[in-house]
């Protein structure tokens, strides 16, 4: 059993070796404890209903389908969650359609292993990571959007407001009460939000 004091963490990898790894890593703090495993993306969302996790380390690529899209859904579930996002996979489309499904980090695996450990307790304080090799892509890939295809003006008034919420951390679910929208419509404008700024193909 975990203390009421240690983090809780469920941790997402298709590959056992390297699940195992991170368990190992996480068992040998104080503060933090492995509630829960997944090898899939279904897995990930139904052991964390289970295990109601403080943290997921989540890979990207699973056998049946995306790290981000099980990101999304378990942050519309549970907003408390925090997703980071733990990856060889550095790419730009990868990064934005992360953070534009409500992760709060996105870190390379051949990052220190105290690295990993260290972003877990960040994220648990409520901040924010993003890889230090993969941020000047990612700023330039927004600039680059922005000045060549004038994406303010591309979007709508309703898909800015639902980009800014999103950009807040806010979920479907919750931007939903915000503005007043059922949860079906959000999910269609963060669609194609996520199309517009192309940062994310199915």
């Known amino acids: 059993m975990a203390s009421n004091n240690k983090l809780k963490i469920l941790i997402v990898d298709d590959h056992d070796i390297v699940r195992k790894g991170l368990a190992m890593l996480v ?6 404890f492995v509630v829960a495993e997944a090898g899939t993306a ?3 969302v139904e052991k964390a209903r289970a295990s ?16 981000i899209e099980a990101c999304r859904e378990l942050r519309d579930e549970n907003a408390n ?32 292993s ?9 994220l648990d304080t409520g901040q924010s990571l993003l890889d230090p090799t993969v941020t000047a892509s990612v700023l330039e890939r927004v600039r680059r959007n922005k000045e060549e295809k004038g994406l303010s ?10 980009l800014e919420l999103i950009a807040a951390g806010r979920t ?5 009460i915000k503005i007043d929208l059922n949860n079906k419509t959000v ?10 700024l192309e940062v994310f193909r199915r």
């Not at 109601?52 to 790290?67: A, K, Y």
């Not at 489309?93 to 220190?112: E, H, R, T």
């Not at 479907?172 to 939903?176: A, D, F």
């Open 27 to 32: 068992s040998r703090q104080d503060d933090l």
């Open 42 to 44: 279904a897995e990930a």
């Open 52 to 67: 109601n996790p403080d943290v997921v380390i989540m890979d990207i690529r699973l056998p049946d389908g995306s790290g």
């Open 81 to 112: 969650i925090k997703v980071l996002m733990l990856t060889s996979y550095s790419g730009e489309d990868a990064v934005l359609g992360s953070i534009m499904a409500g992760a709060s980090g996105y870190l390379l695996k051949n990052n220190p």
């Open 114 to 122: 105290q690295e990993i450990v260290n972003a877990i307790r960040k």
């Open 153 to 162: 003006n591309e979007l709508t008034d309703q898909e800015q407001k639902i």
């Open 172 to 176: 479907n679910r919750e931007i939903s």
């Open 187 to 196: 999910k269609n404008h963060v669609s194609k939000i996520l199309r517009k």
